[in-house]
């Protein structure tokens, strides 16, 4: 039972416009996001989190936002650099947990 | 720091053999996890473990087992091996106080023939 999903696989974005790269969840215990980062070859880099008391957080060019009532986050990328492709994956955590879901990854190509 | 070191990179074996990978965490860090991940699964938790002892596990069957030591260096081993074993297994450390960010070794390719 998935319960973290990226339903789209791939997303293809032009340089310097915004990537928006899409996540649902449906466990309500959840209490922590994270996006992670995954070139070939190399593991999963954290790239930013967000604890479910807040509905938005930014680090530089990244921007997570959660919407809890509809159990959904989205990572925003402005500008889109082609460095940025590489496979997106969302993970959750409940409170104090170490383990975490993930989802099945997005793969982002930043079209120069 | 040294980063999370995983080994071997890559490992091929046939069906019924048994496999064993190894991990060794950032330094300091006392909290190794291990996931799989298949490209139709995504990433899925093994199992994590927290001064050599096995503190959360996932959904896996009991040929998956692992181990840490007492230098927080962990092992994982699957016994007799399945097609649908082939994976990339890749291991992560933290400090282990709980609800921390993980930091991730490059993984182990097995491919099982």
């Known amino acids: 039972d998935q319960q973290v999903k990226q339903n789209s696989p791939s997303l293809s974005v032009q340089e310097g416009r915004i990537s928006i790269l899409n996540c649902d969840y449906t466990?309500?215990?959840?209490?922590?996001f994270l996006w992670y980062k995954k070139y070939p070859a190399e593991g999963p880099t954290f790239l930013i989190s967000?604890?479910?008391?807040?509905d938005k957080n930014e680090d530089g060019r990244f921007t997570v936002f959660l919407n809890k009532s509809a159990k959904h986050l989205s990572l925003h990328i402005v500008p889109s650099q082609p460095g940025d492709s590489a496979v997106y994956f969302c993970?959750?955590?409940?409170?104090?947990?170490?383990?975490?879901?993930f989802g099945t990854g997005t793969r982002l190509t930043v079209i120069p | 720091k040294a980063g999370v070191t995983q080994t071997p990179r890559y490992l091929i074996k046939t069906r019924g053999q048994q496999v064993t990978l190894s991990c060794s965490p950032i330094?300091?860090?006392?909290?190794v996890s291990w996931y799989q991940q298949t490209p139709g699964q995504g990433l899925q938790f093994l199992f994590e473990?927290?001064?050599?002892?096995?503190?959360n596990k996932g959904n896996f069957p009991g040929r998956f087992s692992g181990r840490q030591f007492s230098n927080s260096r962990s092992e994982m081993n699957v016994s007799t091996l399945e097609l649908g074993d082939s994976a990339l297994y890749l291991c992560?450390?933290?400090?282990?106080?709980?609800?921390?960010?993980?930091?991730f070794g490059s993984g182990t390719q097995l491919s099982v023939l």
């Open positions: 330094s300091g860090h006392r909290s």
């Open positions: 466990n309500s215990m959840f209490d922590y």
């Open positions: 993970a959750a955590r409940t409170s104090g947990a170490n383990n975490l879901f």
């Open positions: 473990y927290f001064s050599e002892t096995q503190r």
């Open positions: 967000i604890s479910s008391i807040k």
């Open positions: 992560a450390s933290s400090e282990g106080r709980g609800g921390e960010k993980l930091f």
